[in-house]
């Protein structure tokens, strides 16, 4: 296997989506759990993204993760690997966007890498170096309030300066216009004042494609799903992959397919509320939950007494008053890990009784479930909703099976029953 892309993600679920973009794009790609062992077969792809648990941990450790990934992908016939991070760069001043670029690059050998956030798709917007979300900057977002990474400036020129050891300078978006030549000029120009990372701004798809070509020149780029498009667009445009239509080899599972909803965003609420209407759906005591096993114990029971009949759906999802309530009596990390524990034993037995098809709601649900599982690395497959694509398990010691790993606010009223018609 020689991969045309190697992309390292420092969250699940992010990586999922930067997998999808891929995928659309032509590139037939594997997102792996870690860094894959070496005894995993993988199936000929262009890309493969390995996904990490690295935005919030200590500097250090994001590091030693993402160098171990970088040396895995480039050990593959990478040229160019991308660092994936959240559209809204989401960090802090201790990182771990700058210290992981800081020492990818090292190891790269590049003097200068593009940096973008950038996703139009989903309003995120670079201009002038600062990150709007939808029509607003970054700070005066919801994400001045996020609960880890509260973000209070959207300069990112600025921001990435406080993390990182480099010099950050700007290609603005007058350069991006004149093409690919001139932000060449621009990046030697900056490379020779001594900068070592360089934020672009991008505000349409068609800038992300030129950013993608000249970032093909290098070894390193950092962005999110949007940076992931303009690389995908410069290889297949330059010859360097050959489109594969997404999904076109993902055969039939069959037997009994479970759903679980660990997420409480509205959107998932939502769909819980509209799947009542088609299949059986247990909803989960979160009290019992925090008080012991028992509960799990009753959710296999009443599944194995109906999965032989059709889909099920099984959730601990509550509204926004009851989480609170939960949380204040319990704690707000012991009640989510409580609950996320408990979904992933769940989802243990559901294997157990022999579910080979499963769909999940929620960004941290779906981690505590893949890591429970010990799922080494998917084959991304057909789209259901936006940025939610079928997963079909590669490397399992379970055999085949498909899964659909959703965050919250993501997929349409009837996610649920969409997921399942693109899992037969
Ligand atoms: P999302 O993608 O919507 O953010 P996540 O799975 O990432 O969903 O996060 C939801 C968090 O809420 C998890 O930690 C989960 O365990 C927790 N949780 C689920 N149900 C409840 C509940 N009823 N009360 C409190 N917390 C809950």
Same mark, same amino acid.
């Given at each position: 296997m020689t991969l045309a892309l190697g992309c390292i993600a420092d969250d699940y679920t992010g990586a999922s989506d930067l997998a999808n973009m891929l995928t659309r794009c032509g590139l037939r790609t594997v997102q792996t759990i870690g860094v894959p062992n070496d005894a995993l077969a993988l199936p000929d792809v262009d890309a493969v993204v390995v996904s990490l648990k690295s935005r919030s941990i200590e500097a250090s450790q994001a590091v030693t993760r993402s160098r171990e990934a970088d040396k895995?992908?480039?050990?593959?016939?990478?040229?160019?690997?991308?660092?994936?991070?959240?559209?809204?760069?989401?960090?802090?001043?201790?990182?771990?966007?700058?210290?992981?670029?800081?020492?990818?690059?090292?190891?790269?050998?590049?003097?200068?890498?593009?940096?973008?956030?950038?996703?139009?798709?989903?309003?995120?917007?670079?201009?002038?170096?600062?990150?709007?979300?939808?029509?607003?900057p970054l700070n005066e977002s919801p994400l001045k309030d996020h609960p880890l990474?509260?973000?209070?400036?959207?300069?990112?020129?600025?921001?990435?300066?406080?993390?990182?050891?480099?010099?950050?300078?700007?290609?603005?978006?007058?350069?991006?216009?004149?093409?690919?030549?001139?932000?060449?000029?621009?990046?030697?120009?900056?490379?020779?004042?001594?900068a070592g990372?360089?934020?672009?701004?991008?505000?349409?798809?068609?800038?992300?494609?030129?950013?993608?070509?000249?970032?093909?020149?290098?070894?390193?780029?950092?962005?999110?799903?949007?940076?992931? *498009?303009?690389? /995908? +667009?410069?290889?297949?445009?330059? #010859?360097? &992959?050959?489109? !594969? %239509? =997404?999904?076109?080899?993902?055969?039939?599972?069959?037997?009994?397919?479970?759903?679980?909803?660990?997420s409480c965003s509205q959107a998932t609420l939502a769909q819980i509320a509209q799947v009542e209407k088609s299949m059986p759906v247990l909803h989960l005591d979160p009290e019992e939950i925090v008080a012991g096993?028992?509960?799990?114990?009753?959710? *296999?029971?009443? /599944? +194995?007494?109906?999965?032989?009949? #059709?889909? &099920?759906?099984? !959730? %601990? =999802?509550?509204?926004?008053?009851?989480?609170?309530a939960l949380q204040a009596k319990h704690g707000r990390d012991a009640a989510g890990h409580a609950i996320e524990?408990?979904?992933?034993?769940i989802s243990e037995g559901?294997?157990?009784?022999?579910?080979?098809?499963?769909?999940?709601?929620?960004?941290?649900?779906?981690g505590a479930v893949v890591d429970r599982?010990?799922?080494?690395?998917?084959?991304v497959g057909p789209e259901i909703a936006a940025g939610v694509p079928v997963l079909r398990c590669v490397g399992w010691g379970k055999g085949e099976a498909v899964m659909a790993l959703k965050s919250g606010n993501f997929g349409g009223p009837d996610f649920f029953n969409d997921a399942i018609r693109l899992m037969p």
């Open positions: 895995w992908l480039r050990a593959h016939g990478a040229s160019h690997i991308l660092f994936k991070i959240c559209s809204t760069f989401d960090s802090t001043d201790a990182g771990n966007i700058g210290p992981v670029m800081d020492a990818l690059r090292a190891d790269s050998g590049d003097d200068i890498v593009l940096v973008t956030p950038a996703f139009p798709g989903t309003g995120r917007t670079v201009y002038q170096g600062n990150l709007f979300v939808g029509s607003v990474n509260p973000m209070h400036d959207s300069n990112l020129v600025r921001v990435l300066a406080r993390q990182s050891r480099s010099r950050i300078g700007l290609v603005d978006l007058a350069a991006v216009a004149k093409g690919p030549d001139a932000i060449r000029a621009r990046l030697a120009e900056l490379a020779k004042q001594g990372a360089a934020v672009i701004d991008a505000v349409f798809d068609p800038e992300l494609e030129v950013i993608g070509q000249v970032a093909l020149d290098h070894r390193l780029s950092v962005g999110a799903s949007g940076m992931g *498009l303009g690389l /995908a +667009r410069g290889l297949v445009a330059s #010859g360097k &992959v050959t489109p !594969a %239509s =997404s999904g076109s080899d993902h055969k039939a599972i069959g037997g009994p397919v479970a759903c679980l909803a660990g096993e028992a509960e799990a114990e009753r959710a *296999l029971e009443w /599944a +194995r007494a109906n999965i032989g009949k #059709g889909p &099920v759906l099984i !959730a %601990s =999802s509550s509204t926004p008053d009851q989480v609170s524990q408990t979904l992933a034993a559901l294997v157990a009784a022999g579910v080979r098809r499963l769909v999940i709601a929620g960004g941290e649900t779906s599982l010990g799922i080494p690395a998917f084959l």
